[in-house]
């Protein structure tokens, strides 16, 4: 099975940069996902990282250690828009994922 | 091109009360698989399929089952509705094949009284 976690909740100022941290533990590492939610939706993914490093798309980069058992979400120049819920997931395997418990964000203006 | 689309939106049942949430995908995925999402616990898959005809239990199978008798179709049954189960549940599907993401349909907000 999986352990992943992350923070409850974070809040930061409209135009600032937001890290999410994700540690995870599992036997069988596969890729790891980042997803949105904003509140009363559904999920939306944002990015996947599987090799070591920074991966960059737009305003949101995440950045993983296979080593460490540790990933990143950068959200930059936040929006009033990116308050929402951002969900870890790691695949174990081949197809199953797992997900954390998300990290609730709210940008203040 | 609709995607994953999931219903019922809303549902109220009473403990004991059998019923369906529909799953269905255009998109010719191999994978799907049902989530459950509580607060303060993320989202905890149910059941999930990797094609027609096979199924596979995931972290929170009890009390639930599934069927894949078609690539398109993903049905959740609640056997014996308990309020253990008032939850919102997702169906997701993806091809299965490495980067794919997953799906979600829009969600199934249950309550069991």
């Known amino acids: 099975g999986q352990n992943i976690d992350q923070p409850t909740e974070m809040t930061a100022t409209e135009g600032a940069i937001v890290q999410i941290n994700c540690t995870y533990q599992t036997s069988g590492f596969n890729g790891l996902f980042w997803y949105q939610q904003h509140a009363g939706e559904a999920p939306t993914f944002l990015s996947y990282?599987?090799?070591?490093g920074l991966e960059e798309k737009g305003r949101f980069s995440s950045f993983l250690s296979r080593s460490k058992g540790y990933s990143y979400l950068l959200l930059k120049e936040l929006q009033m828009k990116d308050s929402a819920s951002y969900l870890c997931?790691?695949?174990?395997?081949?197809?199953?994922?797992?997900f954390g418990a998300g990290t609730t964000v709210t940008v203040r203006a | 091109n609709a995607g994953v689309t999931q219903t019922p939106k809303f549902q109220v049942l009473k403990t004991g009360q059998s019923m369906t949430l529909q799953c269905a995908q255009d998109?010719?995925?191999?994978?799907m698989s049902w989530y459950r999402q509580d607060p303060g616990m993320g989202l905890r898959l149910i059941h999930y399929?990797?094609?027609?005809?096979?199924?596979d239990q995931g972290e929170v199978p009890n009390g639930y089952n599934v069927s894949r008798s078609t690539t398109e179709d993903f049905p959740l049954r609640l056997l014996s509705a308990a309020p253990s189960q008032t939850s919102v549940y997702f169906c997701a599907s993806s091809s299965g094949e490495g980067t794919e993401k997953l799906f979600f349909g829009s969600g199934t907000q249950l309550s069991v009284l």
């Open positions: 998109m010719n995925h191999e994978y």
């Open positions: 990282n599987v090799l070591d």
């Open positions: 997931a790691v695949r174990d395997g081949d197809y199953k994922l797992s």
């Open positions: 399929s990797v094609g027609a005809g096979i199924t």
